[in-house]
């Protein structure tokens, strides 16, 4: 019985090695970017004025399924709503939502087939901030929702300001 040691292949050895280092690497750069929440939620925020109206919309410019989704519209004008206000928002765009609720809730809801049309009383306060509390559906990836919000107080109902935006929904 032969008690040499047997002979080792260097070239495996090496490859071997730089497998192992390109893996290690890989994974704390991946923990890295977690760390540094690339991979979360990012907010983005979009204005537009018009017809006396002043829009910011704040919303999810990148989210990922099942994460807590922001969205929220502003709505300013001097004097307030004494007759209260209708916003109008591309309705496909909540389609890859699960709604926990919208706060101030709407005296009045309707949809036009391409639209919800939220209908909110008089307010003597300047701004009306409205918030939809949701999280993308965990079966919602690698798509782009795309929406516009409207301020419907132009002549016959037209809207008077309107802000669109996306959300890059990744796996």
Known sequence: MPTAPTEVDTGKLQRSRLIRRVFVATLVVFLGLGMLNVYGVRTRERSATG????????????????????????????????????????????????????????????????????????SSGDTLSVSFDARIEPGVQLTRLKGSVSVLGGPGGAPAVTVDFSTLVMP
């Open 51 to 122: 017809g006396g109206y002043e829009l910011t919309v704040r919303y999810a410019g990148v989210s990922r399924p099942g994460l807590a989704t922001p969205w929220s519209v502003d709505v300013r004008r001097p004097g307030g709503f004494p007759d209260g206000i209708t916003l109008a928002v591309t309705s496909s765009y909540f389609d890859g939502f699960d709604e926990n609720g919208l706060d101030p809730s709407p005296v009045e809801e309707t949809n036009d087939g391409e639209r919800s049309i939220w209908r909110f009383g008089p």
